[in-house]
């Protein structure tokens, strides 16, 4: 009798560490693609860090010390960690899209950032129960390697005044755990604890990743009322066995299994949190994880700036100004309120795309079988059966593309023409991902004067909300260096066609710099289409492939259009 999980499909087992890696990964991209989603699946080590939210990495650093085959309770937590993760993707909202990121210190950042993933975890135990209990017997497989807590099992919190740390794995132990409260436990613990499990159940009954986002904050302030007395272990992210063994009754100890391999793989699991380890599987797959010398830097103040990207422009040979970039700031009702505006040409666009979509279908004709062909049904009385009809719809291939937006001072005054296109482009290509990705990029300068640093903000992307606070806007017009970061976002995507559409008021700061851009474009098969006010400035850009508009309010409009345009 099976044992394990996998050993029910694990027919192909080897004495050979390089097909037992083999078949490993391919179980596990057989277990994903039952999450309904077009995700990749692949080995990754400590030094792995993915921008894809489409990219599932499975830590092999979790294999250590097991000789082939693979043990099955090894191959469970492996699968586990993939299924849990591409839950995350599938379901969940970045955390720094809540309302009070912004108003955030860096260690309330992280203690919220783990009481939403808590919360994310119990729902995505939900779904997976609703598609599959296997599915969701793999991740309590990875929880119970992780830590070796029991069903059942009872435990007493320590006689001293309820702090955040207990309070919060109390909270773990019963729900991810099963485990049951002592008799002897305080009416407020009991009262802060009832209150916890129920509104984790209201949780798991929303199904707007934004809304669960929300209700997250607002556990997350109801647990600021009880003391730390020292940093939470966090179930996945911090180790809290300490914490568990004084909390369990009659001494009992808990420790991993006396089988070598039970205690081998919870000292593989609980061995960091660097990037790669099981602990921050769900963020890196996201963002990068923030360098320590910043964080260091920057200490306990609200964090600002961006990622510097000066280095990899460098490599291109659009070198010498500072390039940062960084995500804009999502507001609810800013962002909503845009929408509003441009409503209709956001449904006007989406036609457009359906439209050109149902031009590329072509019938089929002389069949045996499909829908009956009405022009050839009178072979049909000469003894013929080949009067069907079936239609194809050939798809676009897909598409990759960027709108690169000037905010030089200039276009200050301009702003809401600038949010309206961001809106009506991205609102339009979000329900065409992933067979067409985007980004929509804001650049200035510092400054107005040369050598200025460069900065640009993302508003909105395939998998970002549209996010119109904290743009960084006012400076000059750095068009080199802009268009080369445009490059750098979408050269290595996979996608047949990539473009980049710009839009301009000005002359670029640098002429010649520009063309060296442009040619890198030209090198690596991305297009640029331009957007200029009043001179097309095709000299620079290239005949054909700049669009001239007079004023600025024409610019929603003019993004329309170039929509259609490369849409076809």
Same mark, same amino acid.
């Given at each position: 009798m099976a044992q394990n999980l996998s050993d029910y499909w694990r027919i192909d087992k080897s004495g050979d560490r390089t097909s037992e890696l083999s078949s490993i990964l391919s179980g596990a991209a057989n277990v994903v693609e039952l999450l309904d989603?077009?995700?990749?699946?692949?080995?990754?080590?400590? %030094?792995?860090?993915?921008?894809?939210?489409?990219l599932i990495g499975l830590n092999a650093d979790i294999l250590e010390g097991f000789s082939a085959p693979i043990?099955?309770?090894?191959?469970?937590?492996?699968?586990?960690?993939?299924?849990?993760?591409?839950?995350?993707?599938?379901? %969940?909202?970045?955390v720094e899209n809540s309302s009070i990121w912004s108003g955030l210190y860096?260690? *309330?950042?992280?203690?919220?950032?783990?009481?939403?993933?808590?919360?994310?975890? $119990?729902?995505?135990?939900?779904?997976?129960?609703?598609?599959?209990?296997?599915?969701?017997?793999?991740?309590?497989?990875?929880?119970?390697?992780?830590?070796?807590?029991?069903?059942?099992?009872?435990?007493?919190?320590p006689d001293e005044a309820l702090s955040r740390g207990i309070l919060i794995e109390a909270w773990l132990a019963i729900y991810f755990y099963e485990m049951e409260i002592s008799q002897d436990i305080s009416s407020e613990a009991v009262q802060a604890l009832n209150h916890l499990i129920d509104k984790t159940r209201e949780y798991i009954r929303v199904d707007d990743a934004d809304e669960r986002l929300e209700m997250a904050a607002g556990i997350w302030e109801w647990l600021q009322q009880f003391p730390i007395k020292k940093d939470p272990g966090v179930?996945?992210?911090? *180790? #809290?066995?300490?914490?568990?063994?004084?909390?369990?009754?009659?001494? =009992?100890?808990?420790?991993?299994?006396?089988?070598?391999?039970a205690e081998r793989l919870q000292e593989n699991i609980k061995g960091g949190s660097g990037q790669g380890t099981l602990q921050d599987l769900c963020s890196y797959l996201t963002?990068? +994880?923030?360098?320590?010398?910043?964080?260091?830097?920057?200490?306990?103040?609200?964090?600002?700036?961006?990622?510097?990207?000066? #280095?990899?422009?460098?490599?291109?040979?659009?070198?010498?100004?500072?390039?940062?970039?960084?995500? $804009? #700031?999502?507001?609810? +009702?800013?962002?909503?309120?845009?929408?509003?505006?441009?409503?209709?040409?956001?449904?006007?666009?989406?036609?457009?795309?359906?439209?050109?979509?149902?031009?590329?279908?072509?019938?089929r004709h002389g069949l045996r079988e499909g829908k009956i062909d009405g022009g050839r049904l009178s072979k049909a009385g000469v003894g013929k059966n080949t009067v069907f009809k079936q239609c194809d719809t050939r798809r676009k291939p897909s598409l990759a593309v960027v709108f690169l937006i000037d905010v030089s001072s200039s276009m200050s005054p301009y702003m809401t023409h600038v949010n309206k296109a961001a809106c009506i482009f991205s609102e339009a290509l979000k329900p065409l991902y992933p067979?067409?990705?985007? =980004?929509?990029?804001?650049?200035?300068?510092?400054?107005?004067?040369?050598?200025?640093?460069?900065?640009?903000?993302?508003? $909105?992307?395939?998998?970002?909300?549209?996010?119109l606070r904290d743009i960084w806007m006012d400076g000059g017009t750095p068009t080199a260096e802009a268009i080369a970061s445009a490059l750098l976002m979408i050269k290595e995507r996979s996608n047949k066609r990539k473009i980049i559409i710009h839009f301009t008021d000005g002359?670029?700061?640098?002429?010649?710099?520009?063309?060296?851009?442009?040619?890198?474009?030209k090198k690596h098969g991305v297009d640029v289409i331009t957007i200029s006010m009043d001179i097309k400035q095709t000299g620079l850009y290239g005949k054909g492939m700049v669009e001239a508009?007079?004023?600025? +309010?024409?610019?929603?409009?003019?993004?329309?259009?170039?929509?259609?345009?490369?849409?076809?």
């Amino acid at each position: 009798m099976a044992q394990n999980l996998s050993d029910y499909w694990r027919i192909d087992k080897s004495g050979d560490r390089t097909s037992e890696l083999s078949s490993i990964l391919s179980g596990a991209a057989n277990v994903v693609e039952l999450l309904d989603g077009n995700y990749g699946v692949q080995w990754v080590g400590k %030094s792995f860090i993915s921008n894809s939210s489409r990219l599932i990495g499975l830590n092999a650093d979790i294999l250590e010390g097991f000789s082939a085959p693979i043990p099955g309770e090894v191959v469970d937590v492996i699968i586990g960690t993939a299924i849990h993760e591409t839950g995350h993707n599938k379901w %969940s909202t970045p955390v720094e899209n809540s309302s009070i990121w912004s108003g955030l210190y860096i260690k *309330d950042r992280r203690s919220f950032s783990s009481i939403h993933n808590i919360l994310e975890d $119990a729902y995505i135990d939900k779904q997976l129960k609703e598609k599959s209990i296997t599915l969701l017997e793999y991740v309590k497989a990875t929880r119970r390697a992780a830590h070796s807590l029991k069903k059942g099992q009872q435990f007493s919190l320590p006689d001293e005044a309820l702090s955040r740390g207990i309070l919060i794995e109390a909270w773990l132990a019963i729900y991810f755990y099963e485990m049951e409260i002592s008799q002897d436990i305080s009416s407020e613990a009991v009262q802060a604890l009832n209150h916890l499990i129920d509104k984790t159940r209201e949780y798991i009954r929303v199904d707007d990743a934004d809304e669960r986002l929300e209700m997250a904050a607002g556990i997350w302030e109801w647990l600021q009322q009880f003391p730390i007395k020292k940093d939470p272990g966090v179930l996945g992210y911090i *180790d #809290f066995n300490a914490l568990i063994s004084a909390m369990l009754g009659e001494g =009992e100890a808990v420790t991993a299994e006396e089988d070598r391999v039970a205690e081998r793989l919870q000292e593989n699991i609980k061995g960091g949190s660097g990037q790669g380890t099981l602990q921050d599987l769900c963020s890196y797959l996201t963002k990068p +994880p923030r360098d320590k010398t910043i964080v260091e830097k920057v200490k306990d103040q609200p964090e600002s700036g961006g990622k510097d990207i000066t #280095f990899q422009l460098s490599q291109m040979g659009v070198s010498g100004c500072v390039t940062q970039i960084k995500n $804009a #700031f999502y507001d609810a +009702p800013s962002s909503e309120k845009v929408k509003d505006m441009v409503a209709g040409e956001i449904k006007s666009v989406r036609q457009i795309f359906a439209r050109l979509d149902s031009l590329r279908t072509r019938w089929r004709h002389g069949l045996r079988e499909g829908k009956i062909d009405g022009g050839r049904l009178s072979k049909a009385g000469v003894g013929k059966n080949t009067v069907f009809k079936q239609c194809d719809t050939r798809r676009k291939p897909s598409l990759a593309v960027v709108f690169l937006i000037d905010v030089s001072s200039s276009m200050s005054p301009y702003m809401t023409h600038v949010n309206k296109a961001a809106c009506i482009f991205s609102e339009a290509l979000k329900p065409l991902y992933p067979r067409v990705w985007h =980004e929509v990029i804001t650049y200035t300068g510092e400054g107005l004067h040369a050598g200025s640093d460069v900065q640009l903000t993302r508003l $909105a992307s395939s998998t970002m909300k549209l996010s119109l606070r904290d743009i960084w806007m006012d400076g000059g017009t750095p068009t080199a260096e802009a268009i080369a970061s445009a490059l750098l976002m979408i050269k290595e995507r996979s996608n047949k066609r990539k473009i980049i559409i710009h839009f301009t008021d000005g002359y670029p700061k640098d002429r010649n710099k520009t063309k060296v851009a442009l040619s890198q474009c030209k090198k690596h098969g991305v297009d640029v289409i331009t957007i200029s006010m009043d001179i097309k400035q095709t000299g620079l850009y290239g005949k054909g492939m700049v669009e001239a508009i007079d004023e600025v +309010p024409e610019l929603p409009r003019a993004v329309t259009k170039m929509l259609e345009k490369v849409y076809r």
